[in-house]
C-alpha cells in the first residue's frame, strides 16, 4: 500500500508539473513573434554587376503553415533578374512568385500542410538584382508582409522585418585616371553646372576616346578625340547626373574603361509654405513653426531659420532680444519663446547641392483684444475677418433703423400727450357725447345722465400724475538678398545679404526720396560673408532708395545695386507719438457703437413713456364710454317712462294729433339710439343693468 500510494504521488506531481510548465513554454511560444530578413542584408556592387538576395523565416518556435512576403526596391537602381522558387520550404505557391520592375515590388505568397514547420532560418526564396545606377539602395519588406500561425486560426505572428542596405558603385578604374577641380568628389552633389575633367596615365598614351552622358557605365567608340588633350570642360549642363566615360590608346590598342560620376542639381528646393499654429497673428507667446518641401533631384538636407522683430525694443512690454537676426539650424516644427509684437521668420531649406529656398511669413503676437481688432477689419472666429467698411455699414445702417424708429416714438409720444392734455377724444367717443346732447335737448329734465358724464370728464381732464413725467573701392560690392518688404511707419527696417570677402566691414545708405535725407550705418559680415543689419529706430512713410558698399582694409569698394523700399503708413503721427490705423477704426466703430446706445435709449425712454400714457388715454377713454352708456341708458328708461304715460292716454281716448305725433317721434328715436349705442350684446347687458340699479333708486325713493 505504501508503494501504491508512493507511485500515485509521483503520477500527481507529474501531472501537476506538466501543467504548470506546458502554459509557460506555450505562452513564450505565443508571445515570440516571428520575423523576415535578408541575407546578405548589405554589401557593395558596381554597377552593370548581379548579386543574389535571400528571403528568410524565423519562427521563433512557433509552427506557421503559411506566409506572404511582399518586397519594395529601387526601380531607378536596381532591377530583377529573376525570382527563384527552386530553393524553397514552400510546399505550395498560393499565388507564382512575380516582380514588377517598373513598380519595384516583389510578391511570394505560399502555404505549407500541417504540422507546417518551425525554424530559425527557413529559406522562402531568392531573387538575383542587377545593378543600373549608382547609389543607395534599399530593399525593404511591406506591410502587407504576414506569417501565418498553424492554430487552425491563421494568426498573423509576424512582428519583425530586416530589409538591405546596398552600396552601388561604379566599376574600378580600368583606363585613365579622372579627376576634376570642380566636382572633385563623385558621391556629392555640386550647384556647379559648369564641369571640368583632366587624366592623365603613367605609360605612354597615343590617344584617347571619351564621351559624357547619363548612361553608369558605356564604352566611348574607337574613334580618337582630336587634337590630343588631357583635359576637357561642359559649360550650362541641365541639372541630372553624368557620367564620363575615358579609354587611352597604348601601342595600336585600346584599354579598358574608367567611369567618372558627376552630379548636378543647380535648382533650389520647391517652393513652401511657413505654416505657423494657432495662426500668423496669435496670443500665444509660443507658436508652432511649421515648413516641409521636395527637392527634386538631390533632396532635402537641412533646414535654416531665422526670427527678425519689427518691433522697437523701447516699446512698452516689447523685447526683441528673443528674437535673433542671425539663422540658426532648425527641424519642423520649431517652437520659440517670442514677447509681444511683430516679427518676420525667415526659413531656408537647403538642398544636397547647397541650393536654397527661403521663404517669409509675418507674425504677430498680441494681446487678446487685440487679436480681435486687426488693421483689415475684426477678427471673430479664428481666420474669419469681417473688414472694417463692413462693419461701419452696418452700423451706420443700424444707426439710421435706430434713428428712424426713435423720430416715430417721440412723435408718437408727443401726440399721445397732447390729446390727453388737451382732453381730446376719439370720434366715435365724441359722436356718442354729441347725440347724448342732442336727445337732452329734445327730452327736458333728464339731468341724471349728464351728472355722472360731467363726474366722468372732470376726472377725464385731471391733471397727469407726477410719477408719469420723464426722467433723463575696386572690390567687389555686397549684395542684398534680405530686405524688409512691407512695412509700415510703426515697424522697424532691417537689410540683410553676403559681400565678396569673409569678416569685411559693410555700410548701408538709407535715402529718402522725397526729402533727399541720406543715413548711414555700419555692419561687419561673419565668416561666411553674412551680414544683417536692423534700423534702431522706426522710419517714417515715404519711399527710399538703399545700396550698399564694402571696405576691406583701404579698399572701398563701389555702391552695390540699389534696392527700392517703400514704407506705407499704418499710424498717424500725433507729435511723438503714433496711433495705429487700427486703433483709429476702432475708435470709430466704437463711436458708431455709442451713438447707436444713445439713439436706442431714446426710442426706449419715449416708447415706455408713450406706452405708459397711451393705456392711461384708454382708461380715460373706456371711463368715458361707460358714462356714455350709463347715460343712454338712462336716457332710453325716461323714453320708456314716457311712452308708458302716452298709451295710458291713448287708451283713456284722450289722445290727441300731437300727441301721436308725439308717440311715433319717440317710438323712431327709441329704436335709432338702440341700434346705435345699446344694440350689441354689451349695451343690452349694460341697459339691463342700468334698469336694476334705476328700479333700486326708485324703490328707495318712495319707501323715503
Not at 517652437?335 to 509684437?341: A, D, K, N, R, T
Not at 499710424?571 to 490705423?581: E, H, N, P
Not at 339710439?673 to 350689441?680: I, K
Amino acid at each position: 500500500m505504501r508503494g501504491i500510494s508512493r507511485y500515485v504521488l509521483f503520477v500527481f506531481a507529474g501531472v501537476g508539473i506538466y501543467f504548470a510548465v506546458f502554459p509557460l513554454v506555450f505562452s513564450r511560444a505565443q508571445s515570440s513573434p516571428a520575423s523576415l530578413f535578408l541575407g546578405p542584408s548589405a554589401g557593395t556592387y558596381v554597377v552593370g554587376s548581379t548579386f543574389t538576395v535571400s528571403i528568410f523565416v524565423n519562427t521563433n518556435g512557433a509552427s506557421i503553415n503559411a506566409i506572404q512576403a511582399d518586397l519594395k526596391f529601387p526601380s531607378d537602381k536596381l532591377q530583377v533578374v529573376s525570382p527563384s522558387a527552386g530553393k524553397s520550404f514552400i510546399g505550395m505557391w498560393v499565388v507564382q512568385p512575380a516582380y514588377d520592375n517598373r513598380k519595384g515590388s516583389i510578391k511570394f505568397q505560399g502555404a505549407l500542410p500541417n504540422p507546417g514547420i518551425n525554424t530559425n532560418a527557413g529559406l522562402i526564396s531568392e531573387v538575383t538584382f542587377r545593378v543600373v545606377s549608382v547609389g543607395t539602395a534599399v530593399v525593404r519588406f511591406e506591410d502587407s508582409s504576414r506569417v501565418l500561425l498553424n492554430d487552425g486560426k491563421g494568426t498573423d505572428i509576424l512582428g519583425q522585418t530586416t530589409g538591405g542596405f546596398y552600396n552601388l558603385a561604379l566599376p574600378p578604374p580600368a583606363g585613365p585616371a579622372v579627376s576634376s577641380p570642380t566636382h572633385s568628389d563623385q558621391e556629392k552633389w555640386y550647384a556647379n553646372r559648369n564641369i571640368t575633367l583632366q587624366w592623365g596615365s603613367d605609360e605612354p598614351v597615343t590617344k584617347y576616346s571619351y564621351v559624357l552622358n547619363t548612361q553608369p557605365v558605356d564604352i566611348p567608340d574607337d574613334i580618337p578625340e582630336e587634337p590630343l588633350r588631357t583635359t576637357q570642360s561642359y559649360k550650362d549642363l541641365a541639372d541630372d547626373i553624368y557620367y564620363f566615360h575615358i579609354k587611352a590608346l597604348r601601342g595600336g590598342s585600346w584599354g579598358g574603361v574608367t567611369h567618372y560620376s558627376i552630379k548636378i542639381d543647380g535648382s533650389p528646393p520647391a517652393r513652401f509654405k511657413i505654416e505657423i499654429n494657432p495662426a500668423a497673428r496669435t496670443v500665444t507667446r509660443r507658436p508652432v513653426i511649421g515648413f516641409q518641401t521636395t527637392d527634386a533631384l538631390s533632396g532635402v538636407d537641412h533646414y535654416e531659420l531665422k526670427v527678425v522683430s519689427l518691433t522697437p525694443s523701447e516699446a512698452p512690454g516689447v523685447d526683441n532680444r528673443t528674437a535673433q537676426n542671425f539663422f540658426i539650424e532648425a527641424n519642423s516644427p520649431y517652437i520659440p519663446e517670442l514677447q509681444l509684437g511683430e516679427y518676420d521668420v525667415f526659413v531656408r531649406a537647403f538642398d544636397k547641392a547647397g541650393n536654397y529656398a527661403q521663404e517669409i511669413q509675418r507674425l504677430v503676437i498680441t494681446d487678446a483684444l487685440f487679436n480681435i481688432i486687426q488693421e483689415i477689419g475684426m477678427n471673430f472666429g479664428g481666420n474669419f475677418v469681417v473688414p472694417w467698411a463692413v462693419i461701419w455699414g452696418v452700423g451706420v445702417l443700424l444707426l439710421l433703423f435706430a434713428l428712424f424708429f426713435a423720430y416715430r416714438y417721440y412723435r408718437w409720444h408727443g401726440r399721445i400727450h397732447e390729446r390727453r392734455e388737451a382732453g381730446q377724444l376719439p370720434e366715435e367717443v365724441q359722436r356718442k357725447l354729441e347725440e347724448l346732447r342732442l336727445l337732452r335737448e329734445k327730452y327736458k329734465g333728464m339731468f341724471l345722465a349728464f351728472a355722472c358724464l360731467a363726474a366722468t370728464l372732470w376726472a377725464f381732464h385731471a391733471p397727469v400724475p407726477a410719477n408719469a413725467q420723464s426722467e433723463s573701392g575696386v572690390a567687389s560690392p555686397p549684395i542684398i538678398t534680405q530686405v524688409s518688404k512691407n512695412i509700415t511707419n510703426r515697424e522697424i527696417f532691417y537689410a540683410g545679404g553676403t559681400a565678396v570677402v569673409p569678416n569685411s566691414a559693410v555700410t548701408l545708405f538709407l535715402q529718402g526720396y522725397e526729402t533727399g535725407e541720406t543715413i548711414s550705418a555700419s555692419v561687419t559680415a561673419d565668416t561666411n560673408g553674412e551680414w544683417f543689419y536692423t534700423h534702431p529706430k522706426l522710419l517714417p512713410s515715404g519711399t527710399y532708395s538703399l545700396w550698399a558698399q564694402a571696405r576691406t582694409g583701404e579698399v572701398l569698394s563701389p555702391p552695390g545695386p540699389q534696392v527700392t523700399l517703400t514704407v506705407s503708413s499704418a499710424a498717424l503721427q500725433l507729435g511723438t507719438s503714433r496711433l495705429s490705423y487700427e486703433a483709429v477704426y476702432f475708435l470709430i466703430a466704437l463711436a458708431l457703437l455709442f451713438l447707436l446706445l444713445l439713439v436706442g435709449l431714446f426710442a426706449l425712454y419715449h416708447w415706455r413713456h408713450g406706452k405708459r400714457k397711451h393705456q392711461k388715454f384708454l382708461e380715460d377713454v373706456r371711463e368715458a364710454e361707460e358714462s356714455i352708456h350709463r347715460g343712454f341708458a338712462v336716457l332710453y328708461r325716461d323714453i320708456q317712462l314716457e311712452l308708458s304715460l302716452i298709451r295710458k292716454a291713448k287708451e283713456t281716448g284722450n289722445f290727441s294729433e300731437k300727441e301721436r305725433l308725439q308717440e311715433e317721434r319717440i317710438l323712431r328715436d327709441r329704436t335709432i339710439y338702440r341700434e346705435r349705442n345699446l344694440g350689441d350684446r354689451k349695451g343690452k347687458v349694460n341697459l339691463r343693468k342700468y334698469e336694476i340699479i334705476l328700479m333700486y333708486e326708485i324703490l328707495k325713493n318712495k319707501s323715503a
